[in-house]
């Protein structure tokens, strides 16, 4: 920014006219070079995201696919598959810390990141989704803010980029509506367990950002009617889920047929919600 | 699953939040003192503009005058950025540029509005830089970025049409081709520039619409012999 400048001659009042045209018109040739280089830079970038979002969406239809397989070696498979395409994006994650690097080592990197965090973040949002959807899936668990930082880091421990507060707690909200399809699915194929199980995380996860105040994360306020939406349809599965059981606990074909009818209620109440 | 298992896990679940949670309030608290350490400089940017604001009515002979009081109003922010900068920590100045940047682009305004009508120049950044005392070294965080710079200068380009048309009012005749001459130069500076659809792209989309306002008073000045001609 300094080098653009070039002096101006402090007694100019006897030079104004063609010189000053000159003189601004140099100035504004470095402005230019400067703004180009920006541009680029930020296109790059914005393609790099782009692309992280695409592939973090693919992970997370992979994950719906076939994490609710019944059998448990199918969905270990999904889950190892899950992990190679999360890796894939990591990929990802190093080009930006390379492009961040070009302009300069250290904290030249830093303070670029910073400045270009705006054109990074939807992606790492997205990724962030689908990453803790992955972990949950593992280890029926929150993954915490520093494992994420960890997975984004390089072999030596490096971030790559940073993941803010904001950023993870963001991710977390959108896990939640992850979680609904996933306890909805499960449901069809006769998992009990895992919708009462989702219920319980969901609370957990909505009662704690309920006590975040809008002024704070202005963001999260919309997320969280999004998240009780959520969770109010997947309160309503275990309604049906436990009269059932209770009804036909010596039963189990019967339980299958009617979990599956609910489903298609479900599905159909929520097109239609859509068309309102 | 057993009920222990499942109690145990949600209180993982909640220690994970809340320590999350935690963090959030750290950064949004550094936000906020952020945003209420740049106050007061606002207020000296808004006493700045006001002063600025009589140009459009004082004699000519006062109008050094007016320009020196905003420099000097802008200069007593010296060691308020001091404070700001004590907040931002190294390296993430462009995280908080959003609460920084709009002062900024004002106070460069002001600072190139002022400089003109006393020096006839386009202030330089560097030169913006040194007069908010950016370039000490407890400021080192804090920086003019060329975005800024760029949308403060149209922001004193703005001022000038109007101050061709009330210069003409008092019956001052040069101020109008000083004033033409300078928004010419800035014109055909920016249309240097390769801009793409932002905040900057409509901000000069700006300057067309001034520059022919300040070409129209040279046109009614010339057309009644009004104009002396130039040297």
């Given at each position: 920014?300094?080098?653009?400048?070039?002096?101006?001659?402090?007694?100019?009042?006897?030079?104004?006219?063609?010189?000053?045209?000159?003189?601004?018109?140099?100035?504004?040739?470095?402005?230019?070079?400067?703004?180009?280089?920006?541009?680029?830079?930020?296109?790059?970038?914005?393609?790099?995201?782009?692309?992280?979002?695409?592939?973090?969406?693919?992970?997370?239809f992979?994950l719906h696919r076939n994490a609710t397989s019944p059998s448990?070696?199918?969905k270990?498979?999904?889950?190892?598959?899950?992990?190679?395409?999360?890796?894939?994006?990591?990929?990802?994650?190093?080009?930006?810390?390379?492009?961040?690097?070009?302009?300069?080592?250290?904290?030249?990197?830093?303070?670029?990141?910073?400045?270009?965090?705006?054109?990074?973040?939807?992606?790492?949002?997205?990724?962030?989704?689908?990453?803790?959807?992955?972990?949950y899936l593992?280890?029926?668990?929150?993954?915490?803010?520093?494992?994420?930082?960890?997975?984004?880091?390089?072999?030596?421990?490096?971030?790559?980029?940073?993941?803010?507060?904001?950023?993870?707690?963001?991710?977390?909200?959108?896990?939640t509506g992850e979680l609904m399809r996933y306890a909805t699915n499960a449901l069809s194929t006769g998992d009990h367990n895992t919708p009462l199980e989702v219920c319980e995380f969901v609370r957990?996860?909505k009662?704690?950002?309920?006590?975040?105040?809008?002024?704070?994360?202005?963001?999260?306020?919309?997320?969280?009617?999004e998240t009780t939406r959520s969770l109010e349809k997947i309160e309503k599965v275990c309604y049906a889920l436990r009269l059932r059981l209770i009804e036909f606990a010596d039963k189990p074909e019967v339980l299958a047929m009617m979990a599956k009818r609910a489903l298609e209620d479900a599905a159909e109440r929520e097109e239609k919600g859509r068309e309102d | 699953m057993?009920?222990?298992?499942?109690?145990?896990?949600?209180?993982?679940?909640?220690?994970?939040?809340?320590?999350?949670?935690?963090?959030?309030?750290?950064?949004?608290?550094?936000?906020?003192?952020?945003?209420?350490?740049?106050?007061?400089?606002?207020?000296?940017?808004?006493?700045?503009?006001?002063?600025?604001?009589?140009?459009?009515?004082?004699?000519?002979?006062?109008?050094?005058?007016?320009?020196?009081?905003?420099?000097?109003?802008?200069?007593?922010?010296?060691?308020?950025?001091?404070?700001?900068?004590?907040?931002?920590?190294?390296?993430?100045?462009?995280?908080?540029?959003?609460?920084?940047?709009?002062?900024?682009?004002?106070?460069?305004?002001?600072?190139?509005?002022?400089?003109?009508?006393?020096?006839?120049?386009?202030?330089?950044?560097?030169?913006?830089?040194?007069?908010?005392?950016?370039?000490?070294?407890?400021?080192?965080?804090?920086?003019?970025?060329?975005?800024?710079?760029?949308?403060?200068?149209?922001?004193?380009?703005?001022?000038?049409?109007?101050?061709?048309?009330?210069?003409?009012?008092?019956?001052?005749?040069?101020?109008?081709?000083?004033?033409?001459?300078?928004?010419?130069?800035?014109?055909?500076?920016?249309?240097?520039?390769?801009?793409?659809?932002?905040?900057?792209?409509?901000?000069?989309?700006?300057?067309?619409?001034?520059?022919?306002?300040?070409?129209?008073?040279?046109?009614?000045?010339?057309?009644?012999?009004?104009?002396?001609?130039?040297?």
């Amino acid at each position: 920014m300094a080098d653009v400048d070039v002096l101006m001659p402090s007694e100019g009042e006897s030079s104004v006219g063609v010189s000053r045209k000159q003189h601004l018109m140099s100035t504004f040739e470095s402005y230019r070079a400067e703004l180009d280089t920006d541009n680029e830079r930020r296109e790059r970038l914005i393609i790099l995201s782009r692309s992280i979002t695409q592939l973090s969406k693919k992970l997370i239809f992979h994950l719906h696919r076939n994490a609710t397989s019944p059998s448990s070696q199918q969905k270990d498979k999904c889950l190892r598959e899950g992990r190679a395409k999360e890796r894939e994006i990591w990929v990802n994650f190093g080009k930006i810390k390379d492009e961040l690097k070009s302009i300069g080592e250290g904290d030249e990197a830093l303070k670029g990141y910073w400045r270009w965090n705006r054109q990074v973040s939807p992606g790492l949002e997205e990724y962030i989704e689908a990453l803790s959807f992955l972990y949950y899936l593992e280890h029926k668990s929150l993954v915490p803010l520093d494992a994420v930082q960890k997975t984004l880091s390089d072999e030596a421990g490096e971030p790559l980029v940073i993941v803010t507060p904001e950023d993870y707690i963001l991710g977390m909200s959108d896990l939640t509506g992850e979680l609904m399809r996933y306890a909805t699915n499960a449901l069809s194929t006769g998992d009990h367990n895992t919708p009462l199980e989702v219920c319980e995380f969901v609370r957990t996860v909505k009662a704690h950002f309920d006590g975040i105040p809008p002024h704070m994360l202005y963001k999260l306020s919309k997320k969280q009617e999004e998240t009780t939406r959520s969770l109010e349809k997947i309160e309503k599965v275990c309604y049906a889920l436990r009269l059932r059981l209770i009804e036909f606990a010596d039963k189990p074909e019967v339980l299958a047929m009617m979990a599956k009818r609910a489903l298609e209620d479900a599905a159909e109440r929520e097109e239609k919600g859509r068309e309102d | 699953m057993s009920v222990e298992a499942t109690t145990s896990r949600a209180q993982t679940v909640s220690e994970t939040l809340s320590s999350a949670i935690e963090l959030l309030e750290n950064d949004q608290n550094l936000k906020k003192q952020i945003r209420e350490s740049i106050e007061p400089i606002d207020d000296l940017s808004r006493s700045a503009t006001t002063e600025l604001n009589k140009l459009h009515s004082a004699p000519f002979s006062q109008h050094a005058e007016i320009c020196q009081n905003a420099i000097n109003i802008i200069i007593r922010s010296q060691p308020l950025w001091v404070d700001v900068a004590k907040l931002i920590p190294e390296n993430e100045f462009y995280r908080y540029q959003f609460a920084l940047g709009p002062t900024m682009r004002q106070l460069t305004t002001s600072i190139v509005l002022a400089r003109f009508i006393l020096h006839d120049e386009l202030t330089p950044s560097h030169t913006i830089s040194t007069i908010l005392g950016l370039q000490s070294d407890q400021n080192g965080v804090l920086q003019l970025s060329a975005e800024d710079y760029l949308q403060g200068v149209i922001g004193a380009v703005n001022e000038l049409p109007r101050l061709s048309v009330n210069a003409v009012t008092s019956q001052n005749f040069d101020l109008p081709i000083k004033i033409s001459s300078f928004v010419n130069d800035i014109f055909a500076s920016y249309s240097l520039l390769n801009l793409r659809n932002d905040a900057l792209r409509r901000k000069f989309d700006s300057l067309k619409y001034d520059l022919k306002r300040c070409e129209d008073v040279v046109y009614d000045l010339t057309l009644r012999g009004l104009t002396k001609p130039r040297e």
